[in-house]
């Protein structure tokens, strides 16, 4: 680029967070651009196992402004089909996307924030990191790991089962993808499951908006966030894998030896291979220069805005950044505060700092926002 491009806001990441961000700074009208580092649209949906389902009916995976469309012949939707949604969604609200661009860090100069990327640099008043867990995929350490023989995969990196067909593997994890993993290894591999705690299945007629339900009340301080129905949604492939008796949990082991497992009462299995279904971290990279305290991963936060770099928000990394804010249809929620309350920041600061325009006040923002709804 000739010339640095400045706006008002950047979001970093054009996955479902950085777009529900996007579509409420366009009703907003603010100047922004969205950076994200992949091909093409469709977020991190797009690198996931192919038969991955969501928890939940299309109608309650949707962003804000429009519905995900069933998918006929699909109680809960494929990967393929959350893609499908998510470029239609950025296309139908024209968002602003530059992609490919990997950004590799941001800084604070002069009251704005830098973002330098692999293909230039641009500036902006205010920033919304957007860009999720995925690409910081997270494995406990236990004794022995170095010295397992066979390898060792991730939810991030899991391709489906057929590298899988006749091993011996052990799944590690006690949640919705373990769940689903497991059951669908079990149909080529001789399968062990181990978990932390015993694993907690949701009835058969319940599927993931009960999840969803308990954020919304743990937003509300109605609950401690714990459902009383169980965290593994029973989708076709989980309840097809219970009938065949595979949903058998053990507890962690000990550590993994060179070719498997120990248990504390001496007990030892032999593995080809281990999947790690044990979830990810906040991916901060682009953050690093900016110098911030963190703690277990993640920086101080009020709410989605950081409280040691005025303007900047973070959302799309789950309960720490919003109740529910990692999935489809709870990262709206956190997107519609996170904008209008960073839209009162620009506009606090006044407008000889935003190029002569004024700037609304936040809670006349948040009314511009629900009469548009």
């Known amino acids: 680029m000739s010339e640095t491009p400045r706006h008002e806001v950047i979001v ?63 109680e809960f939707p494929t990967v393929d089909h959350a893609v499908e949604y998510l470029r239609a969604y950025e296309h139908r609200y024209e968002l602003p996307v530059r992609r490919p661009v990997r950004v590799d860090g941001i800084r604070r100069t002069n009251g704005e924030f830098v973002v ?44 489906g ?12 994890g006690g949640g919705n993808s373990a769940a689903q993993i497991l059951a669908e290894l079990s149909t080529v591999a001789e399968t062990t499951w181990v978990t932390r705690r015993h694993p907690r299945f949701m009835p058969d007629e319940v599927d993931g908006r009960v999840l969803f339900d308990v954020a919304t009340r743990r937003l509300s301080g109605a609950t401690n966030g714990v459902s009383e129905l169980g965290d593994i949604v029973m989708v076709d492939s989980v309840r097809k894998a219970r009938e065949r008796g595979v949903l058998r949990a053990l507890p962690m082991f000990d550590g993994l030896t060179r070719h498997g497992a120990a248990w504390a009462d001496g007990t030892e299995r032999e593995f080809d291979s281990v999947v790690w279904c044990t979830g990810f971290r906040p991916a901060l990279r682009q953050l690093r220069p900016l110098r911030l305290s963190r703690r277990q991963g993640r920086i101080p936060t009020e709410g989605t805005r ?48 935003s190029g002569g325009r004024t700037q609304t006040p936040l809670d006349t923002v948040r009314r511009s926002m629900a009469n548009r709804s």
């Open 12 to 74: 970093i990441g054009g996955g479902q967070a950085g777009l529900a961000a996007g579509y409420f700074l366009r009703r907003a009208g603010v100047d922004f651009m969205i950076l994200d580092e992949r091909q093409r649209g469709g977020g991190s949906w797009q690198h996931m196992w192919p038969s991955l389902r969501l928890f939940s009916p299309a109608q309650h995976n949707s962003l804000p402004g429009w519905g995900m469309p069933p998918q006929p012949g699909a």
């Open 116 to 159: 330098t990327t692999d293909v230039g640099t641009w500036t902006s008043r205010g920033v919304i990191s957007a860009t999720g867990t995925w690409r910081a995929p997270y494995v406990p350490a236990y004794p022995g790991m170095a010295d397992f023989t066979g390898p060792q995969w991730h939810t991030a990196s899991y391709p």
């Open 161 to 172: 089962p057929e590298p899988f067909r006749g091993q011996r593997v052990m799944v590690v």
């Open 306 to 353: 950081s409280l040691e770099q005025p303007r900047m928000h973070l959302v799309g990394y789950g309960d720490w950044t919003g109740a529910a804010s990692a999935t489809l249809i709870g990262v709206g929620r956190t997107a519609r505060t996170a904008v209008a309350e960073l839209i009162a920041e620009l506009g606090r600061e006044g407008p000889e700092h």
